[in-house]
């Protein structure tokens, strides 16, 4: 499956401190996308970095693309307790009509 | 920004019965929405994508007669679990995409009892 493999599963840090989160996918893809969700909620989109792209930021946030190696990182610097969620990469594949397959996520939790 | 809208937000339903969640667009059209489903601690996994006047296409594996799509609308698409079974116990999202961002409805936590 094309399912992406995020790494770590869970991540616990210090307000403050940066958290780096990486997610690993098999084929080809249009573009990748990262989505964070609270406890039992929907998804927010956080950031959205195409196949061509290489670095893309917004705000704390900091996402790498390697098409080489088929993989891609989000960092958050300076994190905030309010960061505490699951977040999850999410591929468009080439020629995917939109559809989007979800990595297994990353459990980040912010400590003060 | 674009909003979906999926309601309800929970459902608690007997063994047996059948539930309807609907996904709106609220400021947008979609020719096309997705469902996904997702079980605690889990990632999301595509169930089918529903297509505005015909038939929504499913993942391999998810049963079509189980899970009903429609798509009657421009803005609103809707998924019944039929004859639901403890084991269709999850939390069900939808998204729709509007030019080059996918948006994503609250989700639906459906508890069969």
């Known amino acids: 499956s094309q399912q992406g493999e995020e790494d770590p599963q869970a991540l616990s840090i210090q307000e403050g401190e940066n958290a780096t989160m990486n997610c690993s996918y098999k084929?080809?893809?249009?573009?990748l996308q990262w989505y964070r969700q609270n406890s039992g909620r929907g998804l927010v989109h956080l950031i959205l970095?195409?196949?061509?792209?290489r670095e893309k930021h917004s705000g704390r946030l900091r996402v790498t693309l390697d098409t080489s190696k088929k993989s891609s990182s989000l960092l958050i610097t300076a994190s905030r307790a309010a960061d505490t969620a699951s977040y999850f990469c999410?591929?468009?594949?080439?020629?995917?009509?939109?559809?989007?397959?979800f990595g297994t996520g990353t459990q980040l939790k912010v400590e003060l | 920004g674009a909003v979906v809208s999926q309601h309800p937000s929970w459902v608690i339903c007997k063994s047996g019965t059948s539930v309807k969640i609907e996904c709106r667009s609220l400021?947008?059209?979609?020719?096309?929405m997705f469902w996904y489903r997702q079980f605690p601690k889990q990632s999301l996994m595509l169930m089918a994508t529903?297509?505005?006047?015909?038939?929504?296409?499913?993942e391999q594996g998810v049963e079509k007669d189980k899970f009903l799509i429609n798509h009657a609308s421009l803005t609103l698409s809707t998924l019944t679990v039929t004859s639901a079974h403890p084991e269709d116990s999850s939390f069900y999202i939808c998204?729709?995409?509007?030019?080059?961002?996918?948006?994503f409805g609250q989700g639906t936590r459906l508890t069969v009892v």
């Open positions: 998204s729709a995409w509007r030019i080059t961002e996918a948006f």
């Open positions: 084929t080809s893809i249009n573009n």
């Open positions: 970095i195409r196949s061509n792209e």
């Open positions: 999410a591929t468009e594949l080439t020629g995917g009509g939109n559809k989007l397959t």
């Open positions: 400021d947008f059209q979609a020719t096309t």
């Open positions: 529903s297509n505005e006047g015909s038939k929504a296409t499913y």
